[in-house]
């Protein structure tokens, strides 16, 4: 069962256009639903003073327009069946979006109608006199509706109309249209980027100064886009090119020939991933030279949570465990440290350097994974992670009490921790997040080797039996106890060193910086980038942690923070809905996700070639049956 989109142009006897009124509605209402619930939640009216392109549209607005256009695209598009006949596109889809557009205008133009009527500030309390303003452009309630009713059907039926569009034209709108707004949300990155690199009169051409992108900048990204995206089709049909000759060379040389595209492509391949792996670590050595601290301090944060999720990769990714209390051998890890670098320790205050410390941590990070791992681990499912969630909180607590207090500080927590002495010569501490980064990458780079050289190792193998199917793994002679502890001591060692140099960079530790929130923002990154895949994982870390913030770090979108659970939710499930596997899914992982749909794909497309197939006289039962 696949969808595909099918072309404007399409023979006379496909299917002609039947409305269906129940659809239409039923999309329109939840259309118009969306629309109320983000202007209830305040995001229009806080993010309306910033223009997203001067003068013609504010980000408050662009918050609203940009539902009708996903929900016009969605009631016209559909499942085409296999063997079945595809919808004839046209005008009609135009009116369907436009319809169900209207319907969502219409619900923005009613909330006005009562926000302007009835005071319900005491449960709503962005239930104000400023969004009715918003609504109404500054004009009368009936103004408004009438706006929002032609704007909705606008913007219903140009995603619609999307679907009209050849898919190289619909690829290269979606691109520029993401480009722009990216952009221009992410103008403070890119600001702080061309100043380090000396072309400031770049961002003085592209944004204004209040804000946002000029027209002449939209114009002027828009066109960069498109071009780079010719390029890179110019250069891909290039290489495709090269390689069918490669391939017919090959074939005509004979002598194996089957076999050598084959293995010419797989080192072609790994040859461009080496490259580009090696242009990537040039970039991150040389990134931070060029930015601010704000951006340096950004990108040490990411990679605090990329550590943090590297690890987890490896207990949820690899082994299949499910660990929502990961965030306890963070804080194990922070408190450790603390307690044998700092001097204000209550208790025991050796004041030993930071990697001196480290090596203690590690055991007893270890040893902290074996004691959680060892009772959770005969349970699977939901069971399994309810029990490492209160594993979790029991250790928050724990150091949160008046009874460890003495030794952990209780809620006052342990300051005046010291920085990360690099022999003798420099200190790494939260002062200098250029060098907080750079060691934050050294560990990171650390993580990434372990987790490369454990995933084609035999435990790593193991790892993933148990993942696919337990009891099959165990059946095949595998130790799923011993794979298991060793899953959580990896992800353990692993978490430990990102609390040590959370520890170092702040100076202070506190229970609160390790909430529940924390393991579940970390499984959040793992679940978007791909799990089981390095580099889906660092992905994710980029995505949310760079680009949203993390539980109380900023990220690039700062004008969204108050909003960024709530992205993490709607991101999170449709994340679940539409891509399970991740935005760079592992290979392995991908079909074990979807191995029924490849299943009934492949039976499809043998019952298609044996239909097809010219019946054999040498088969007894080849007659056609009566």
């Not at 003798?424 to 501490?429: L, R, W, Y």
């Not at 794979?483 to 990102?498: D, E, P, Q, R």
């Not at 709530?566 to 991908?590: C, H």
Request: contains cysteine; glycine residues 12%; hydrophobic residues 55%.
């Amino acid at each position: 069962m696949t969808a595909t989109s099918v072309p404007a142009t399409a023979s006379s006897s496909e299917p002609q256009w039947s409305p269906d009124p129940r659809r239409l509605v039923s999309y329109g209402a939840i259309c118009a639903l969306t629309m109320v619930f983000i202007c209830l939640i305040g995001m229009p009216v806080k993010l309306d003073p910033r223009p997203l392109i001067d003068p013609i549209l504010s980000r408050g607005y662009a918050s609203l327009v940009w539902v009708p256009v996903v929900f016009g695209y969605s009631v016209t598009s559909f499942v085409v069946l296999e063997g079945m006949a595809a919808r004839r596109r046209g005008p009609s889809d135009v009116l369907e979006g436009a319809i169900v557009g209207a319907i969502g205008g219409l619900g923005v133009g009613i909330l006005g109608l009562l926000v302007d009527n009835f005071d319900l500030r005491d449960p709503l309390i962005n239930w104000s006199p400023q969004l009715v303003d918003f609504i109404t452009f500054g004009n009368s309630i009936g103004f408004g509706i009438v706006i929002w009713l032609v704007i909705g059907a606008l913007c219903g039926a140009a995603g619609a109309g999307l679907h009209l569009l050849p898919e190289t034209v619909r690829l290269y709108v979606a691109s520029v249209v993401l480009a722009v707004v990216g952009m221009s949300f992410l103008e403070t990155a890119a600001t702080d980027l061309l100043q380090g690199l000396k072309l400031e009169f770049i961002s003085d051409a592209i944004y204004a100064k209040q804000g946002g992108l000029t027209v002449r900048g939209a114009v002027i990204v828009a066109v960069l886009t498109v071009a780079g995206l010719a390029l890179g089709r110019f250069i891909r049909a290039n290489q495709q090119r090269a390689a069918a000759g490669r391939a017919e060379a090959d074939l005509a040389t004979g002598g194996g020939a089957s076999l050598t595209p084959v293995g010419g492509a797989m080192r072609r391949r790994s040859n461009r991933e080496l490259v580009l792996g090696g242009l990537g670590i040039v970039g991150l050595l040389l990134l931070p030279q060029f930015l601010g601290g704000i951006m340096n301090e950004l990108l040490a944060n990411v990679g605090l949570f990329l550590l943090l999720a590297l690890g987890l990769n490896i207990v949820v990714g690899l082994a299949g465990i499910l660990d929502l209390g990961y965030v306890a051998f963070f804080a194990v890890g922070g408190y450790t440290t603390a307690v044998l670098t700092s001097p204000n320790a209550p208790w025991l205050h050796p004041e030993l350097p930071w990697f001196v410390a480290l090596l203690i941590v590690i055991p007893i990070a270890a040893l902290v994974g074996l004691l959680i791992g060892a009772p959770v681990i005969r349970m699977r499912g939901d069971y399994l992670a309810i029990v490492t969630l209160g594993f979790g909180e029991i250790i928050r607590l724990l150091f949160l009490s008046d009874w460890l207090a003495p030794y952990f500080g209780g809620a006052q927590g342990i300051t005046n921790i010291p920085g990360v002495q690099i022999f003798g010569i420099a200190t790494v501490s939260g002062t200098d997040p250029k060098a907080v980064f750079y060691l934050v990458m050294g560990f990171c780079a650390l993580a990434i080797y372990v987790s490369w050289r454990l995933e084609r190792s035999r435990l790593g193998r193991a790892w993933m039996a148990i993942r696919e199917d337990e009891k099959v793994a165990e059946a095949m002679g595998i130790n799923t106890v011993n794979a298991k502890l060793a899953a959580f001591v990896t992800g353990a060692i692993l978490a430990s060193f990102s609390g040590a140099i959370f520890a170092a960079k702040v100076g202070s530790i506190f229970p609160n910086s390790f909430e529940i929130l924390v393991s579940v923002i970390i499984l959040v990154i793992v679940i978007v980038g791909g799990m089981g895949r390095i580099a889906g994982v660092a992905l994710g870390a980029v995505v949310l942690i760079g680009i949203l913030g993390g539980p109380s770090q900023p990220g690039l979108l700062q004008e969204l923070a108050e909003y960024k659970l709530l992205i993490y939710g709607a991101l999170l499930v449709w994340m679940m809905l539409k891509r399970p596997e991740g935005l760079l899914p592992n290979v392995r992982r991908s079909r074990e996700l979807h191995h029924e749909e490849l299943s009934q794909d492949a039976w499809l497309k043998a019952q298609e070639i044996e239909a097809a197939a010219p019946p054999d006289p040498e088969y007894p039962g080849w007659e056609t049956p009566a």
